[in-house]
Nanobody, 124 residues
Framework: QVQLVESGGGLVQAGGSLRLSCAASGRTFSLRNIGWFRQAPGKERGFVAAISRGGGSTYYTDSVKGRFTISRDNAKNTVYLQMNNLKPEDTAVYYC?????????????????WGQGTQVTVSS
């Protein structure tokens, strides 16, 4: 069992930055790959970024490459999403999720555990 709690969301102007955190509890956290997803109003939840259990591999959706960085600290049971140069189209509720699946095959329907989400709003 893994429990996930996101934090760090907020309101920021376009071009600004935010760092999201995903704090986890549960013995298997460090064994699981972690993904960040987002869901804007009226849209499906979509993949943003993922990191392997050891932190050595990462994977991003094209729209955030070069702007977002995912990282993890297994000693602190936490995964981070550093978001730079934010755009209004990044506005969404951001969720972290855990799975045994490969970081390149994650989908919203395939994750095992989810957090409650944190709102990110980017104003133009």
């Amino acid at each position: 069992q893994v429990q996930l709690v996101e934090s760090g969301g907020g309101l920021v102007q376009a071009g600004g930055s935010l760092r999201l955190s995903c704090a986890a509890s549960g013995r298997t956290f460090s064994l699981r790959n972690i993904g960040w997803f987002r869901q804007a109003p009226g849209k499906e939840r979509g993949f943003v970024a993922a990191i392997s259990r050891g932190g050595g591999s990462t994977y991003y959706t094209d729209s955030v490459k070069g702007r977002f960085t995912i990282s993890r600290d297994n000693a602190k049971n936490t995964v981070y999403l550093q978001m730079n140069n934010l755009k209004p189209e990044d506005t969404a509720v951001y969720y972290c999720a855990a799975t045994w699946l490969s970081i390149t095959t994650m989908t919203a329907g395939s994750m095992d555990y989810w957090g409650q989400g944190t709102q990110v709003t980017v104003s133009s």
